[in-house]
């Protein structure tokens, strides 16, 4: 069954508001109406939830709680568009959280409509897309959201990665570098390597996006009608640590020896345990690679 119900601890993950704080706001102002189980444990619905998410973002703008706590729902959604600035992220985020939270392909896509209309695409990944991945990531592993919360918000993005891909590849010049894509074998976590085919599509080059688990000995099949490729992962999961530097030399030494290629590696494994190597071009983050490959396509 897909979570509905939140204790106060979960309210403190999403909105980021300690637990504390949360009691004395709805003790001293009745800002929320929980639930109590037979243990007098507070439950919190969906709208408990909203309401605090607009309530955290009001607060954290300069708002004093007494005055949100005078405001109907209304009031405070009137208050909200009062205080943004242009598109501000922080709101954006929590508006995508609610989505996911209530699994509304409308409110996503309708959000996201918005906020491009006014920002790029890169912009949109970097400052709402990375920063909301990397919090539901942490809420799931805590058990503050349900699996299925974060494979909805993840394939949303995936799906919105694929579609401006889409719009960009016909940009591609015949006679452009040709990179390839993929994610080693038992590696699933696809969307920085979807937005890095994204980009690298954007800057006027060629792609095969291979996708996730591709076993080493695939990758030689594809050098047999292919000729100077580059090739593109990202080490999220694996290969494990102890079997970074292996992969790399096994790279080399039997991918390589089936013709001229590279190969780029991304991903905070990667930065974090790989030091510097002639058998790969690492990139600590996903600027750093963006910058590359534009430079790439001015020469």
């Not at 605090?52 to 209304?74: D, Q, R």
């Not at 949109?124 to 699996?147: K, M, R």
Request: proline share 2%; glycine share 4%; net charge neutral.
């Amino acid at each position: 069954m897909v979570k509905t119900q939140f204790g106060i601890k979960d309210l403190e993950n999403l909105s980021n508001v300690k637990a504390h704080t949360i009691r004395i706001w709805e003790k001293r102002y009745n800002l929320l109406e929980p639930d109590r189980t037979d243990t007098n444990i507070r439950r919190y619905d969906l709208e408990n939830l909203k309401k605090l998410l607009n309530i955290a973002y009001l607060y954290n703008a300069g708002h004093k709680i007494s005055k949100i706590a005078s405001l109907n729902a209304t009031q405070i959604q009137a208050l909200i568009k009062e205080s943004i600035s242009g598109l501000n992220s922080e709101y954006m985020l929590n508006v995508f959280k609610s989505a996911m939270l209530e699994f509304d392909d409308e409110l996503f896509d309708t959000t996201l409509e918005k906020i491009l209309e006014k920002k790029s695409f890169r912009e949109v990944f970097a400052e709402i897309f990375v920063p909301l991945l990397n919090e539901t990531g942490i809420l799931w592993h805590s058990g503050t959201i349900d699996p299925a919360h974060e494979h909805f918000i993840s394939e949303k993005i995936k799906h919105t990665i694929i579609g401006h891909s889409a719009k960009v590849k016909k940009n591609t010049s015949e006679n452009a570098q040709l990179f390839t894509l993929y994610l080693p074998y038992q590696e699933i976590h696809e969307i920085g390597l979807l937005y890095a085919n994204y980009e690298l599509l954007s800057a006027g080059f060629k792609t095969i996006f291979l996708g996730a688990n591709i076993p080493m000995e695939s990758l030689k099949h594809l050098l047999k009608t292919k000729t100077k490729v580059i090739f593109v992962t990202y080490f999220t999961v694996l290969p494990e640590n102890d079997n970074l530097e292996k992969y790399l030399h096994d790279f080399h030494n039997e991918v390589c020896a089936n013709g001229p290629s590279e190969l780029w590696v991304l991903g905070s494994k990667a930065a974090k345990n790989i030091k510097n190597t002639k058998s790969a071009k690492l990139f600590r983050d996903l600027k750093q690679f963006t910058n590359h490959i534009e430079n790439l396509s001015i020469i």
